[in-house]
Nanobody, 124 residues
Framework: QVQLVESGGGLVQAGGSLRLSCAAS????????MGWFRQAPGQEREFVAT????????DYADSVKGRFTISRDNAKNTVYLQMNSLKPEDTAVYYC?????????????????WGQGTQVTVSS
């Protein structure tokens, strides 16, 4: 079992930055790929970024490439999402998720565990 708790969301002006954190319980964090997804009101939950268990591989949605960076600290059981140059269309609830395996995964169904989400609101 893996429990995930997100933090770091909030209200920011367009062009600003936020860093989301996701703290994981359990001793096997380093064996899970981690991902960030987001869901805006009335929309499907969509992939944002993923990082492999070792941290050696990452992937991003086209909409955030060059602006967002995913990273992890396996010693702290934590994954991060640094979000720069934020846009109003980035407004959503952001979820972190864990997937058993050594790859980096972009599909929701690949993830076994989910956090409760943290709200990010970007004002224009």
């Amino acid at each position: 079992q893996v429990q995930l708790v997100e933090s770091g969301g909030g209200l920011v002006q367009a062009g600003g930055s936020l860093r989301l954190s996701c703290a994981a319980s359990g001793r096997t964090f380093s064996s899970y790929a981690m991902g960030w997804f987001r869901q805006a009101p009335g929309q499907e939950r969509e992939f944002v970024a993923t990082i492999s268990a070792s941290g050696g591989s990452t992937d991003y949605a086209d909409s955030v490439k060059g602006r967002f960076t995913i990273s992890r600290d396996n010693a702290k059981n934590t994954v991060y999402l640094q979000m720069n140059s934020l846009k109003p269309e980035d407004t959503a609830v952001y979820y972190c998720a864990a997937a058993a395996g050594s790859g980096s995964y972009t599909r929701r169904y690949m993830y076994n565990y989910w956090g409760q989400g943290t709200q990010v609101t970007v004002s224009s």
